[in-house]
């Protein structure tokens, strides 16, 4: 699922890909202004390699002399790697529909991105598709290299039976503020309903942190990146005290500090899970759950609250040589009627603006998914910085040492933590 992200690491020069090149044939003259065959990627999704047929042979249709050869990204240890050994190979495909926010600056970097606002209508068609959130996806230098295009937004899943056997309302779960959170964790754990109150990973990987301090802290600062203006923002008051609280759950008992090889909330190891919308179809059969926002201190009413975004954007890859029809290509795939073909298949909410608004008939129809159709518009995206892996890393280092193990101070970790961050970022 989305998780499953890896470093962009120097190891992926040397993977050798058997790829056909991004485009066959071509017109000639400035591959920005160029139209032909191109090549696209989608990811091993079942519902979204679904949804990448159908786009496909929707456009293939009406274009005969630009059509789209698409296949799944090729297999490798992950999907960033892949990408990283074909830019560097030179034979990157036009689009990749599974491209993730995280590695862009470093796809940036190796020159392998191309910048959508080169186009005439690049940067205004991602802004008025994508509202407001579009501010979050541009790279340093004010530009776009990539298209906001889907997100899972994370909410507190929970285990109604769970929840009912321990005697609490699940209906109406006691979760929004960090007290009755963690009463309530500590009612699930005591009375035997559940043997983790919840279960995030607490493996070191970078990405890890994305589903247990990112989401809270986005709520609790009402919308703050790990990273704005260039400086660390999570040492402060507000980092601290969502530190503490995830502290609070490894120290009591309530989270385990044991890695889980399978999904603990699927397999009944624990009541509650921080996940997004690709969940539902997951659980449908396995969990009766409901959902909620995740906490805050004060507990901040549903409307108003942040998230982590969990999302996978489009990239255009600088090998390709028919970039104009590759760019329409991208925006016919946006488009409002796909962007409801990919909410119907896959139940991931496009990055559009009142998502709600612009399919009314879906959210009726599929009301499991109206609260994330909502919390979409909510939304906090990894920072786009330099080095951006490397930040994640750090930060994960830290916080798994003071946090989920217990050693040291908080406050100081997240200070020393801050300090590197702000080191790597400034470092071009």
Same mark, same amino acid.
């Given at each position: ?316 890859? #600088? ?13 016919? #795939? ?95």
């Amino acid at each position: 699922m989305t998780r499953r992200i890896l470093a962009v690491t120097a190891a992926s020069a040397t993977v050798v890909l058997a790829l056909g090149a991004c485009a066959s044939g071509g017109t000639s003259g400035d591959a920005g202004t160029a139209r032909g065959p191109i090549t696209i990627w989608y990811s091993n999704n079942s519902s979204e390699i679904e949804w990448g047929k159908q786009m496909v042979t929707a456009w293939n249709a009406d274009h005969p002399n630009e059509k789209v050869k698409a296949q799944e990204i090729p297999a490798g240890k992950s999907s960033e790697e892949v990408i990283g050994a074909a830019i560097t190979a030179g034979n990157a495909p036009c689009l990749i529909y599974n491209t993730a926010p995280v590695a862009v600056p470093q796809f940036q970097k190796q020159g392998g991105l191309v910048d959508l606002s080169s186009f005439k209508d690049g940067a205004s068609y991602i802004e008025d598709r994508s509202g407001d959130n579009a501010a979050q996806y541009k790279s340093d230098d004010g530009k776009f290299y990539q298209m906001p295009w889907k997100s899972n937004p994370v909410m507190i899943f929970y285990n109604k039976d769970m929840f009912t056997k321990a005697g609490l309302d699940a209906e109406n779960p006691s979760l929004a503020t960090y007290d009755e959170f963690l009463a309530t964790a500590r009612t699930l754990v005591s009375s035997g309903a559940a043997k983790n109150a919840i279960f995030p990973s607490p493996t070191s990987e970078f990405y890890q942190s994305w589903f247990d301090f990112y989401p809270l802290y986005a709520a609790e600062s009402g919308g703050t990146q790990l990273v704005e203006n260039g400086k660390a923002t999570f040492d402060d008051a507000t980092g601290v005290k969502v530190a503490e609280f995830w502290k609070t759950l490894y120290t009591e008992g309530l989270a385990s500090k044991e890695k889980y090889q399978s999904d603990s909330f699927a397999d009944g190891v624990a009541a509650m899970s921080i996940v997004g919308p690709w969940a539902v179809p997951v659980y449908k059969d396995k969990v009766n759950w409901g959902a909620v926002p995740v906490p805050t201190s004060a507990g901040t009413a549903a409307d108003k609250t942040y998230t982590f975004s969990d999302a996978k954007n489009v990239a255009m890859y #600088s090998s390709c040589k028919n970039q104009a029809t590759a760019w329409d290509v991208l925006k016919f #795939s946006t488009s409002k009627a796909q962007d409801g073909q990919l909410l119907d298949l896959t139940g991931q909410m496009p990055i559009r603006a009142d998502l709600p608004t612009a399919y009314p008939a879906y959210f009726t129809a599929n009301p499991a998914y109206l609260q994330f159709g909502d919390q979409a518009a909510r939304t906090v995206e990894v920072p786009n910085v330099s080095n951006s892996v490397e930040v994640w890393q750090d930060f994960r280092d830290a916080y798994s040492k003071s946090v989920i193990f217990g050693e040291g101070d908080v406050k100081k970790s997240l200070a020393g933590a801050a300090e590197k961050i702000n080191q790597l970022v400034a470092t071009k």
